[in-house]
């Protein structure tokens, strides 16, 4: 019987989060309803509401599933080291580009700048238990945020650029940086 309530939860979930995108897809983020969203997914509102707060509590946590998303499918991830920082890079960029047509979606308009914060936070955390001392060293925050952070923007205002050239671009610039690492 339990696993019932977990399949029906699931589904409630899908269509909520596939409705949304939908949705989302049309209009910016404060126009959406918890009303015209309930009818595309096919639920009652108060269903919604055992799920998510509101519209923004759903936004938040699909922004948040997809930056785990995109981290939990980097390999190197946990053999992450300064010196082989070329495979995390290639990764972290496709693992990126995989999400994009999710990213443009959520992350649009206002939102744009909400993904680079949040990869930013996690990948530091990520890497911080790796290398605790560059928690607390400015300078060490300050060139992973440019890393990060400068990638994302790169990649919103270069999108006519193939996937091998962004790739390779962004892996030759965390190399020169590499020495500060």
């Known amino acids: 019987m339990e696993k019932k309530t977990d399949l029906r939860i699931e ?3 899908k269509a909520i989060k596939n409705a949304f995108i939908e949705l989302r897809a049309k209009k910016p983020l404060e126009k959406i309803t918890v009303k015209e969203l309930c009818e595309l997914a096919l639920i009652n509102k108060s269903t919604f509401y055992s799920h998510y707060e509101d519209i923004y509590a759903l ?3 699909m922004e948040q599933e997809t930056v785990e998303s995109i ?3 980097i390999d190197h991830l946990k053999d992450y080291t300064t010196d082989n920082s070329d ?3 290639r990764e972290l960029c496709l693992a990126f580009m995989s999400q994009i047509s999710l990213i443009k979606i959520l992350f649009s308009g206002r939102g744009q700048s909400h ?8 990948l530091k955390e990520v890497i911080s238990r790796k290398y605790p001392e560059y928690k607390k060293d400015p300078a060490k925050q300050i060139l992973l945020s440019y890393c990060i952070q400068g990638t994302y923007h790169a990649y919103l205002s270069n999108p006519q650029a ?3 050239t962004f790739v390779r671009t962004i892996e ?6 590499r020495p500060l690492l």
């Open 172 to 177: 030759n610039i965390v190399r020169c940086l």
């Open 115 to 122: 993904l680079g914060i949040r990869l930013d936070k996690a």
């Open 11 to 13: 589904k409630t979930e």
């Open 59 to 61: 936004s938040e946590a």
């Open 71 to 73: 981290i939990g499918s």
């Open 87 to 89: 495979a995390f890079t």
């Open 162 to 164: 193939d996937t091998e």
